[in-house]
């Protein structure tokens, strides 16, 4: 039940810009990572740009594709 | 692409014609993109956002850059001078510079040193050549930046710009390149040059539209650039401060998205042709300019006369006749576009000589044909021919 919670959830990865959430798409994309491109939820924050979601249980391969190529704010579960 | 029936050598202040892909990336833009980039979180403000980055990634290929967000979208190479320029220095500061400048870096130092800028113009040859030790000899205990052209805007010359770049960073000085003659035509490496601020423009060798251009900044110099303007960026919203993050904190407001797609098709045009292919062919025409406009009597041929050592720009002046009325000329009679006059850089030509009439330039591009330039040496023949007899 709990690892079926998991399945379902999502995070999402936040950036500075948007130029930055489009260089991080680009790297998922190459890394064959399903993620979907979605705006802010203004309860994380009052930005008005974009950011990335993605299965919780891919964190640890986000962290890794996005790791020293782009910069993110922070990666928040929705 | 269809071939224009006159003879265009006025490349250096715009190339064209342009690859098909440039217009073409502009009307898909137009025609089925439209949106605001970085504004909402639409399929269609996506879109136009990827169109930026992908042009950033093209130039960051060009250039040798590993974040392609270091790259800074602008109006065109004199905004970014003025960027440079206006965001570093301050009263009682100093910057040393070249006798060989555009009045795009002459313009806003002579203003700044009206508020206090101690500025250095260190005097070229009139071959349009700098010493590198007289950058070295120029430098003081308050010089905060170094610019200089990447090649003459009026005879091409090349700068020794590997030589000034290890100068300014032994000091722990930056050097901002103006690269407006060369981005697209010569090659470029950030790295391999060393090269801190790289001041582009992208109507020229990058074949995109008038009205897009940019600046390359490195790691750590946006602590020490103030913006131009401030504004909307589509980030941070809700503070009433400027981000201070790359690239938006010296991109405010809607960007020219429409330009910009094509400065990418253009960029990737020349990463396409190959920027050691664009260089040989364009040697090759300046080859044939220097050979035929230096053998033509009555006229006199500025410059290095080394292809190898400058870009496909060259100037001349006919003996009895003005500029303009080459200029003139050639285009009533022979269809042939060049550029009289000063070419906004009146310092240059005090350093070669030729102030206050100025020359008339003849500028290639890689659609320039040997053909093109063999018509443009004729005409030149003839013109100075006739005012010889006329004499």
Known sequence: MAKDKQANSYSVVLFHSTSG???AEKLLKKEGIAYKIIPVPRNLSSDCGVCLRFSRQDESLVRKALAEKVEFQSICNL | MKKPSAIYLD????SWPKPDETWQAMEHFMRSVGANPGRSGHRLSIEAGRILLEARDALAELFGIDDPLRIVFTRNATESLNLVIYGILRPGEHCVTTSMEHNSVMRPLRALEQKGLEVTTVSCSSQGELDPQKIEKAIKKNTRLIVTTHASNIVGTLMPVDEVSEIARSHDIPFCIDAAQTAGAYPIDIEAMNIDLLVFTGHKSLYGPQGTGGLYIREGLEKKLEPLMRGGT??????????NFMPDKYESGTPNTVGIAGLEAGTRFCLEQGIAHIRAKEEGLTH???????????????GCGDEKRQVAICSFTVRDLSPSEITMQLDEEFGIMSRPGLHCAPIAHQTIGTSPHGTVRLSAGYFTTDEEIAVAIEAVTKIAARSHNQG
Not at chain 2, 234 to 243: A, K, L, N, V
Not at chain 2, 288 to 302: H, K
Request: glycine share 12%; proline share 6%.
């Open chain 2, 288 to 302: 044939m300019l220097i050979e035929g406009l230096g053998s033509i009597p009555g006229v006199t041929l500025y």
């Open chain 1, 21 to 23: 959430a489009l260089m």
């Open chain 2, 11 to 14: 490349n250096a202040a715009s």
């Open chain 2, 234 to 243: 589509g980030s941070r919203s809700e503070s009433q401060e400027q981000p």
